[in-house]
């Protein structure tokens, strides 16, 4: 188990790490085995995918300078299509008002083990990255999951909604879901005190 938790935003430069992180996890929680060229060729998709979003906001936990917990969150600008749109063909606008600030939530991954103190990690990357979203008053914030993630993020006294059908992507059964700005205002009211964690800057 994991205790001395130390949080960091990521440079955009290290992006390859964190796709590698996440993509390791991933098949580790749900023991999925790849072949190494499998793996490197969803690498290189996801790596393209992500150094588009130059406006995100990368989140990580270290501990004994290894990553153990990674998120990021980015405000949607016109020219951008995201993953959850891609991946599930949504249409997003068709549950947001004109004028809503639309967020993405994506790249989300907890090491196995690291996390068992009442989900800390979790939470604190969460607040971390609905913090950005709050700052676009009204703010609603997309994401794709799988069932129990859905099931923990609910549990957080998140207000999450399904709005497709489940598909299989990155290793298990992958949800699109949205959570409303009045959805996640009490979470974070709940749990400033996470964000009060120093934030370094991670490049190594």
Request: hydrophobic share 40%.
């Amino acid at each position: 188990m994991i205790y001395d938790i130390e949080y960091y935003t990521m440079c955009h430069e290290k992006i390859d790490e964190l796709i590698y992180f996440v993509i390791n996890e991933n098949h580790l929680h749900h023991r999925e085995v790849l072949k190494a060229e499998d793996i490197n060729s969803v690498r290189q998709i996801l790596c393209a995918e992500e150094k588009q979003y130059l406006n995100s906001h990368i989140f990580i936990s270290m501990s004994n300078d290894v990553i153990c917990g990674s998120i990021r969150i980015f405000q949607k600008t016109a020219t951008q299509i995201l993953p959850i749109e891609k991946i599930f063909n949504i249409n997003i606008e068709d549950f947001a008002d004109a004028g809503t600030p639309i967020y993405h939530i994506g790249r989300f991954a907890v090491s196995k083990g690291a996390d068992k103190r009442g989900f800390h990690i979790f939470k604190t990357l969460m607040a971390l990255a609905l913090q950005v979203a709050q700052q676009g008053q009204g703010g609603i914030v997309f994401a794709e999951c799988d069932v129990k993630l859905l099931r923990t993020i609910r549990l957080l006294g998140i207000e999450a909604e399904a709005i497709g059908t489940p598909i299989h992507y990155l290793g298990s059964e992958t949800i699109p879901i949205q959570l409303p700005w009045a959805g996640y205002q009490s979470f974070l009211n709940r749990n400033r005190d996470l964000l009060r964690n120093e934030l370094g800057i991670f490049w190594q």
